[in-house]
Every structure is written in structure tokens, then in C-alpha cells.
């Protein structure tokens, strides 16, 4: 069953035409807290984009979150974030 949430921020995220983009729900390890009423909704994301080269990660946090800012906090209740640019390697 394909999750209607993750889909939604594959689609949201994909504007940043990225080269890599792996989004991982993390719901399961927050039950019981508050935000994770009515399931899927903590999410992790590991982003590689052209779109953050010479870019601070605060700058590419930023340009992330400007693409899901009306998701937070319902139904998306957290992003975490790995981001990075292609030129910087596995680091």
C-alpha cells in the first residue's frame, strides 16, 4: 500500500530535480508521541541536488522546506534532513 504522505513530498521534492532522493518514514519509531496520531507523518529525507552547490546547509534546508512549508506540521509533523551537492561527494 502506497503511502499518500510520502508520496506527496516525492512529488514536492521533486522540483528540486534532484540527482538523488531518498525519503524514509520514521513514523514507527515515534508511536505513542503525540505527533504521530493517525500514522505516517516523522519522515527522514537524504537529498543530492545541483540546486545546492556553493549553497550553505541552512541555505538548503531552507529551499527544502519552502517546498513542504504548508505540509508542517499536519500531516507532515517532521523532516529531518540530509543535504548536500553533487561536487561535495559522500561527505
Known amino acids: ?3 499518500p504522505h510520502l508520496t506527496l513530498l516525492r512529488e514536492r521534492l521533486s522540483a528540486l530535480n534532484a ?4 525519503i524514509q518514514d520514521d513514523s514507527h519509531l515515534h508511536a ?3 505527533g504521530n496520531k493517525g500514522g505516517a507523518s516523522h519522515f527522514s529525507a537524504t537529498i543530492v541536488a ?3 552547490d556553493n549553497k550553505p546547509m541552512v541555505a538548503q534546508h531552507r529551499l527544502v522546506y ?3 512549508r504548508d505540509l508542517i506540521p499536519h500531516p507532515i509533523h517532521a523532516l ?3 543535504t548536500r551537492a ?3 561527494g559522500n561527505t
Open 1 to 3: 500500500m502506497t503511502n
Open 19 to 22: 540527482l538523488e532522493l531518498d
Open 32 to 34: 505513542g508521541h503525540a
Open 50 to 52: 545541483q540546486c545546492f
Open 66 to 68: 519552502d517546498l513542504v
Open 80 to 82: 529531518a534532513l540530509s
Open 86 to 88: 553533487p561536487s561535495k
